[in-house]
């Protein structure tokens, strides 16, 4: 036998080898997320996937594939399901079980689709996990893609009822019966909202540029700090600093100016800096709405 033929069957093999081990990364079935508690900027918390930069968590199994869930910070997180919800095992606290620290456990999506998580403890509160017969995400990875937008921490959520940082308002991403709730700004999230990420002085100040969808309807910002930015102890759950209504809106650009209140002015002047999360939820006259949130860091 011929040397080049000698050569031939090793690369033959190992080409074979190759294509078996294919099918199986393209049908990954598992992943992880965990809390970070510097995701984007220290102290601002999401779910993000191990040895990634910390960014909300975007990943992508096979149907019956399973997500590994951890929190191993002191920060305590809780999981709320917002549409489809998978199967978790008793160790993952899901809404209504309180949140918690020092935990780890796992969820099974079995049916195709989006899944989307929500943790209304954190700064950065989404993350997803798609559903797809592609599925390609594997256990551990350094890509990661996110549901918040920029570095700034914007999110578009939908809405329910509540006061919290996340929580709902009535409507939802296509909120009413007619009216995407996209087109209640005049143009995409990036055109029409303008917020500075870094302000100076004890207000936050932006504008929406509203579509004549939204005209007749109400703007409402809300500002939110963790409280132990404000009390000097370690809690971790959020209290409203600042908020402010207009109504009715019309078309076009609405300015805002949300004052803070005395106990973040005295968190100001003590640290020289306050971050804080930003709820800004549009609601036209007929009931469909749409919250976008941001982060923003104030210094004195």
């Known amino acids: 036998m011929s040397l080049r033929k000698h050569l031939l069957f090793p690369l033959i ?36 996937i191990p040895g990634a930069n910390p960014k909300p968590a975007l990943v992508t199994i096979a149907p019956g594939g ?15 399901w917002k549409g ?10 899901v809404s209504p079980a309180p949140a918690t620290s020092g935990w780890e456990g796992t969820c099974t999506f079995e049916a195709a689709g989006s899944y989307q998580l929500e943790d209304p403890s954190m700064y950065y509160p989404k993350a997803t996990v798609e559903v797809s017969p592609a599925g390609t ?12 937008t920029g570095t700034s921490g914007s999110s578009t959520t939908p809405s329910g009822s509540g006061s919290g940082p996340n929580a709902p308002t009535p409507g939802s991403g296509t909120a009413g019966a007619s009216t995407p709730a996209g087109s ?7 055109a029409a909202l303008a917020l500075a990420a870094a302000q100076h002085g004890r207000a936050v100040h932006g504008s929406v540029d509203v579509s004549p969808a939204a005209a007749g309807g109400r703007l409402q910002v809300q500002l939110f700090a963790l409280a132990a930015a404000l009390a000097g102890a370690g809690q ?13 809106l019309q078309a076009g650009t609405a300015s805002f100016s949300v004052a803070l209140d005395a106990r973040a002015r005295r968190a100001l002047r ?26 923003v860091v104030v210094h004195a």
């Open 184 to 190: 209640l700004l005049a143009g995409s999230e990036a």
């Open 137 to 148: 995400t594997p256990i551990s990875t350094t890509t990661t893609s996110s549901t918040l």
């Open 66 to 80: 399973v997500v590994t869930f951890a929190d191993r910070t002191g920060f305590a997180a809780s999981i709320t």
């Open 84 to 93: 489809l919800a998978p199967t978790c095992s008793p160790g993952v606290p």
């Open 13 to 48: 093999a190992l080409l074979g080898a190759a294509v078996a081990v294919l099918p199986a990364l393209a049908a990954s079935t598992e992943a992880k997320i965990e809390v970070n508690e510097n995701c984007v900027a220290a102290n601002w918390q999401c779910w993000t």
């Open 236 to 248: 971790a759950s959020r209290v409203q600093v600042g908020s402010l209504v207009r109504s009715p």
């Open 270 to 295: 003590r640290h020289g800096r306050l971050a804080l999360s930003v709820k800004i939820t549009l609601i036209a006259a007929h009931s469909s709405s749409l919250t976008i949130t941001r982060a």
